[in-house]
Nanobody
Framework: QVRVKESGVGSAQAGGSLKLSCELS????????VGWYRQPPGQERGMVST???????SYGDYAKSRVIMSRDNAENTVDLDMNSMKTEDAALYYC?????????WGRGTQGTVSA
């Protein structure tokens, strides 16, 4: 089993950057995908960005030109850096990992954007 935990306080000003970090623990060598999703108020959870172990990435439509996501296998961390933040980017941000046949999720961390 892999445990996923988001850390840090996600806050940004409009036009600025949001930086979030996630720590994986447990059998992380089995993880073939890591990623970030988000759920704005009143909306469904959707993908921000995912990174596969072969290096391929996927992005939400709004995210491709705004997101840098990285995984540090030595530190077992997954970082998200999203720029040009808008008030509509405010959401609960979730880190996730697919390890073996199971997808594990963190509890989420609030990403806020101030105008």
């Amino acid at each position: 089993q892999v445990r996923v935990k988001e850390s840090g306080v996600g806050s940004a000003q409009a036009g600025g950057s949001l930086k979030l970090s996630c720590e994986l623990s447990g059998q992380t060598s089995r993880c073939t995908m890591v990623g970030w999703y988000r759920q704005p108020p009143g909306q469904e959870r959707g993908m921000v960005s995912t990174l596969n172990s072969d290096g391929t990435t996927s992005y939400g439509d709004y995210a491709k030109s705004r997101v840098i996501m990285s995984r540090d296998n030595a530190e077992n961390t997954v970082d998200l850096d999203m720029n040009s933040m808008k008030t509509e980017d405010a959401a609960l941000y979730y880190c996730t990992a697919v390890c073996g046949t199971k997808q594990d999720w963190g509890r989420g961390t609030q990403g806020t954007v101030s105008a």
